[in-house]
């Protein structure tokens, strides 16, 4: 059967099971049925992808009249459907287990098909319209699951801002595509293709998809949704969100910037890489000095979806500079990342929502000793902490070695400002892989670890089966694929292919499962030495340990510095572990202020250190349109109380008026 | 075109602009649905004249329609929704009557000037047409703008569309649908009307929208 026709197909039954969903609101019906759906979905889209078949499409004649829709299957939207569906499939698998502690199934069964149905309808359209319905069906279904626990004001809140900036990408979106198809209104992306746009117009549609989907991706300063709506939702809605959505706007930018815009000028790369920049490390920065377990991931993704359009800005620069090696490798590296981090953000939002149902907290200072408690959560955890803050064996490593060693080849561009712009995304990316590490040793670290700093952390249990295995397979998937990336990296061929026109060179030939980014002889890595060197050193070590000094585990009472005070409060908390990190950046990034009240001799009182936050970007950019909308409201407000007359006397006198202007100008 | 088609047409038109003024002139009520009957009537010889002269026999039907709906029925609806109302006051102007009269002379001044700024891309008969069509409908809005009376202010809006069927008369080419379109839109406004008007009735004793405001909530 035609692919193209099967996960169209596809996506109709997953309708279909959103509607099952609303009148029989049974969890193993939704979930089992989205689970099958999205394995048989990634099958198809894998089958396309790997056996490399031809772009296939498919005009169907529903929507405009004059237009159709239009719907297309090539390796771009393969790779990244194959991702959409990897994703449902693993969510819904967690969905079966974690959906059982839902208070309100009612609010999340029948949307969560739908979403699933949104976002894997994205990558197959072929024309504005279709592409427009599709965008704006994920985006409302998503926000339906934001609202789903609307009792609370923080989550309403959270709902709202996410409207607001889904409605700002849409539109941003919707002006791209007026401005492609100009004036003859060729909506389809064939005819788009066919007649790329002047510089002008191209430029115009790029900074307004930039905006469009960066707004969607979470790229700075849009990203205020993203800290707010992860939260809110339930967990395996999050990493869908996370783990998907972001992922669909990445293809939504690529779709626009390496198909639709024809080819690149340098400087487009400019306010990419810049803002990629930015966003990786405001990213990071917030996700270390978060004590909200859900809120500090939702910041994690914020940095890696900065680190992928840095990735592809280097990809889009040297592929404007003819540079088509080193564009396949910051492409395949910007490919790579994306999958990387729906594996291990999907997987970390599983285990925070593991450990949400088993203490009801989300703050960090609330968590600690779940290790003992929780041991598959807290493994599958350490396995997504280690990838996500780039330690080898594992996947996110490789993906961010990869651009690290794009950004090695940027002595190669002809522009002195790229070169040496090239040279600061060095810099950043290294210090955001840094920071990430520290935010992730420091989650890892306050809730797992020491003891339990509540009852409910004391009392906590391990998760269900099936949230268990969805989160093993995911654990597992990380790992291989930090072990043998070659096998990614050559499967990602037709996609680098079909967008800078090259590929990087096959790694199959190489032995041993090593990869060679350029050549063998300038860098090389192996994931599976490495793991060996893990296991061997660490086997090595504990086998010394626990021969040459004692065999049994002791538990002895931990350290109290004297004091003979039990209390888990006196451990070291989420805050005081990232001190040294906010007393560098914070005054810069978040304008703190750090208060410290001591006490004069003799008092008896404590002493407190209190310490002031603000986030700029809320408090500079949103806050002024806020305040700006609300002055103008209440300026229009006399507007809603007017008579019928004064209505019917607006009406006329505008009409008037544009009659006079009609009679005056012409 | 002949000179005497032209004439006719132009006659006719003339006329409804001058039943307009005549409605908006009018303060009793009785004396405004006679006058609004009228103006139907001088509409449909109007749309008979233009069939006639275009060559196109659905505008007959058109003719039909609005002497049948406009000119007979609707009048004598609302002759009897008045009976039974029990209404037999004057129509209060919000504005004076000649301040009126200056302002819908504006409006025809402003109507006739802005289509014939369109010199040459429309040929004679249909701007002109357009012109008066225009001007009737700024006539009808004013007339809306104007009377406090909900009856008068159903007649100004009912006089507008008798504008709007004015003007998909000369405009040549303008399908039969939209016609029809229009004369129903009549129709479901007069349905709309009648209720509102009983409704208004029942509930607070009288016809005077004023009384709709004191229900619209706290001003902030």
Redesign the interface.
Known sequence: MNALVGLLLVDLALLALAIAGAIRRNNALVYGGALALSTLGLALALTHFLGRAAPQTLVLPIGLPWLGAHFRLDALSAFFLALAHLGGAVASLYGLGYGRHEQEPGRVLPFYPAFLAGMSLVPLADDAYTFLVAWEFMSLSSWALVTAHHRSAENRNAGFVYLVMAAFGALMLLLAFGVLAGASGGYAFAAMRAHPPGAGVAALALALVVLGAGSKAGLAPLHVWLPLAHPAAPSHVSALMSGVMTKIAIYAFVRFAFDLLGAPDWRWSLPILLLGAATAALGVLSATMEVDLKRLLAFSTVENIGLIFLSLGLALAFKADDLSRAAALAFTAAMLHALNHMLFKSLLFFGAGAVLTATGARNLDRLGGLFDRMRWTSLAMLIGAAAIAGLPPLNGFVSEWLMLQAVLLGPAFPQWTLKLLALAMGAVVALVAALAAAAFARMFGIAFLGRPRSPEAASATDADPTMRYAMAGLAGACLLAGIFPGVLIDALKPLAEAAVGAAMPLQAKIPWTSIAPIAESRSSYNGLLVLIFFVASGSAAAFVIHRVASAAIRRAPAWDCGFPNADPATQYTAVSFAEPIRRVYGPFAFAARAEVDMPRPGEARPARITVHMSDRIWRGLYAPIGRAVAAVATWL??LQ?L???QY??V??GA??AL??L??IR? | MSGLDFDVSHLLAGGLVLVSFMLLYQTRIYALLNVYAAQAFVLSLAVVWQAFVQDKPHLYATAAVAFLFKAALIPYALHRAIDRLGLRREVEN?VGIGATMLAGLA?VA??I??ML??ENEADALAREDLAFA?AVI?LG??M??VR?NVVS?VIGFMSLENGLILAAAGAKGMPLVVEFAVAFSVVVALVVIYVFLFRLQDRFGGVD??V??DF??S??
């Open positions: 407000n006399p109380f008579t019928i007359r019917l006397s009406v006329f009409l008037l009659l006079l009609l009679a012409s | 919000v409006c402003l109507a000037v802005v700024r369109i225009l700024l809005l004013l809306m703008v406090r202010m929208v004023g709709l405001e619209q909530g001003r902030r």
